[in-house]
T-cell receptor, first 114, second 111 residues
Framework: GEDVEQSLFLSVREGDSSVINCTYT??????LYWYKQEPGAGLQLLTY???NMDMKQDQRLTVLLNKKDKHLSLRIADTQTGDSAIYFC??????????????WGLGTSLAVNP | DADVTQTPRNRITKTGKRIMLECSQT?????MYWYRQDPGLGLRLIYY???????NKGEISDGYSVSRQAQAKFSLSLESAIPNQTALYFC??????????FGNGTRLTVT
C-alpha cells in the first residue's frame, strides 16, 4: 500500500545545514508537502512541491524531489535553534481524487544544538 | 494558525463520558478534517467534510462522530470516551487545491 517513511531523529549544530529525508511508495503522487510542528502547536505548512518539479527554494529552505527514487528531501540552511521541531513529510496520491487524503510520514524530530 | 481555532486546548475526562471538541475557521474553506496524533503512529484521519451536507469517515472513525454545523464549524464528539482515545486532536481545513491548514490542537486525556 501507500507509505511514507522518514528517519525519526536528526541532530545538528547551530549554523550547519540540516537535511531531512523522506521516501514514498506511490509513484503517482501529485503534491508532496513538508510540515513543521513545534512543541504544543499544530502543524504549520512549510513548503510543498508539485510532482513535475525537481526543486523548489524558499529562503533557507530547499526541497529536492527525485521521482525515479521516490525520494524527497528538505534542506534547511544555517539551521537555528528555532528550527528545532518535528518535520512531517506527506504526499497526495493521484488516486486520492478530491478528498485530500494525505499519506503522512511519522515525522523527523530535529534537535539543533548550540 | 489563528485562522483555525480549536476549543478546548486541553481536556481531561473520565471513561464513559461524552465530550465534544470544537473547531471553527475564518479561512472560508469548504473542506474540514479531524485528525488524531499519537506518538509513533503519526497522523490519522478520523472524519472529513467537503461541505455542510457532506460527512465522510476516515481511517479510524469508530467511537467518534462529527457534526458540520456551518461552513465554518466542524465538531468532533466522543460518545463514550475510553482511555485509548487519549491523544492530540487536530482540526484542519482546505480548499480543493490548497494544502491543509491546521489548528493548534486539543490535548485529550481520558482517565
Amino acid at each position: 500500500g501507500e507509505d511514507v517513511e522518514q528517519s525519526l531523529f536528526l541532530s545538528v549544530r547551530e549554523g550547519d545545514s540540516s537535511v531531512i529525508n523522506c521516501t514514498y511508495t506511490d509513484s503517482s503522487s501529485t503534491y508532496l508537502y513538508w510540515y513543521k510542528q513545534e512543541p504544543g502547536a499544530g502543524l504549520q505548512l512549510l513548503t510543498y512541491i508539485f510532482s513535475n518539479m525537481d526543486m523548489k527554494q524558499d529562503q533557507r529552505l530547499t526541497v529536492l524531489l527525485n521521482k525515479k527514487d521516490k525520494h524527497l528531501s528538505l534542506r534547511i540552511a544555517d539551521t537555528q535553534t528555532g528550527d528545532s521541531a518535528i518535520y512531517f513529510c506527506a504526499e497526495t496520491p493521484r488516486n486520492a481524487g478530491n478528498n485530500r487524503k494525505l499519506i503522512w510520514g511519522l515525522g523527523t524530530s530535529l534537535a539543533v544544538n548550540p | 494558525d489563528a485562522d483555525v481555532t480549536q476549543t478546548p486546548r486541553n481536556r481531561i475526562t473520565k471513561t464513559g463520558k461524552r465530550i465534544m471538541l470544537e473547531c471553527s475557521q475564518t479561512k472560508g474553506h469548504d473542506r474540514m478534517y479531524w485528525y488524531r496524533q499519537d506518538p509513533g503512529l503519526g497522523l490519522r484521519l478520523i472524519y472529513y467534510s467537503f461541505d455542510v451536507k457532506d460527512i465522510n469517515k476516515g481511517e479510524i472513525s469508530d467511537g467518534y462522530s462529527v457534526s458540520r454545523q456551518a461552513q465554518a464549524k466542524f465538531s468532533l464528539s466522543l460518545e463514550s470516551a475510553i482511555p485509548n482515545q487519549t491523544a492530540l486532536y487536530f482540526c484542519a481545513t482546505s480548499d480543493m487545491d490548497s494544502p491543509l491548514h491546521f489548528g493548534n490542537g486539543t490535548r485529550l486525556t481520558v482517565t
